[in-house]
């Protein structure tokens, strides 16, 4: 009976250590100072959308027809996606296509062309009658206007963004550029840090803008970033050192012309979409480059 009970009274102190125990260490974990900012930041990063996002993964095959690294390729160059009044704003209006004209594009394109991205580009998948989409300054419009379009069509884009304007009024917000590079999508690109003349610009603030950008849409994406479009299209040997230095793979510039693997990765040519142009007139114009590139021309419209 005595041992009995000395028996019951140790099950019941050690029972009773193993539960504090337990009760300890989640007490530690949950109010942990470090666990609780963790946990709080994940929260913060991860929401309802981000999961949403994290589903959808490109379904594009690279089902092309006829794939040769000689092929050339027509970077079309965006800028906004919105509607503007000619009258009140011309400049701005020959920067932006209409909602409506864009989406128009995108369906002409997604039958007629295969939109491919920079890593099909210089991996050479380079399909007959390609076409990389690209859009310059990061501006919010294309959240709103263009990734729906996009996904609808899955068609792959890439946007280069100005990381000094990074959450200002009419720019993307460092939350958007997150979410837009997990859709798997979209190629977030360096536009340099405050939009410089780079031809102009001493080599030591070269390679700040440049690393800089690169640096700060690193930590927001987590995915590295190797493709930049030059501002205003200005550039100059020290940049392509740069770029080769900080292992950049492409550069664009806004010379008119098709764009060709073989060629230098790192002053490719596009072609403008302005807001003028007419689905007719783009059909034109891609029509003359990819005629003239078979001819053996340098492209019209230069
Ligand atoms: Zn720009």
């Not at 098709?258 to 029509?287: C, I, W």
């Amino acid at each position: 009976m005595k041992d009995e009970n000395i028996l019951q009274g140790c099950v019941i102190f050690f029972s009773g250590i193993l539960s504090c125990s337990i009760l300890l260490i989640i007490f530690l974990i949950w109010f942990n100072p470090q666990y609780v900012k963790n946990t709080a930041q994940k929260a913060r990063e991860a929401p309802v959308e981000i999961l949403k996002q994290l589903t959808f993964v490109r379904e594009r095959g690279n089902n092309f027809q006829n794939i040769n690294e000689k092929n050339p390729a027509a970077i079309l160059m965006y800028h906004y996606v919105r509607n503007v009044d000619k009258n009140i704003d011309p400049t701005g209006f020959s920067l932006s296509v209409s909602p409506t004209d864009f989406r128009a594009q995108i369906d002409y394109l997604s039958q007629n062309y295969n939109i491919i991205d920079f890593g099909d580009f210089t991996r050479g998948n380079i399909p007959d009658r390609a076409v990389i989409l690209t859009f310059d300054d990061g501006y919010q419009d294309f959240y709103d206007n263009v990734l729906p379009v996009l996904r609808e069509y899955k068609a792959p884009a890439t946007i280069y963004i100005i990381t000094e304007k990074i959450g200002q009024s009419g720019y993307l917000s460092a939350r958007e550029i997150l979410l837009l590079s997990k859709t798997n999508l979209i190629t977030i690109g360096s536009h340099t840090v405050s939009h410089p003349n780079l031809s102009t610009a001493n080599i030591s603030n070269q390679i700040r803008e440049i690393s800089e950008s690169r640096k700060t849409l690193e930590k927001i994406t987590g995915q590295k970033i190797e493709n930049v479009s030059f501002p205003s299209g200005k550039y100059n040997d020290e940049t392509w050192q740069i770029l080769k230095t900080y292992r950049f793979k492409t550069a664009v510039t806004i010379q008119e012309g098709l764009a060709y693997k073989t060629k230098n990765l790192f002053e490719l040519p596009r072609v403008r979409v302005s807001g003028s142009m007419s689905l007719d007139g783009l059909k034109q114009k891609l029509d003359d480059f990819f005629q003239n590139s078979q001819t053996g021309g340098s492209g019209a419209g230069v």
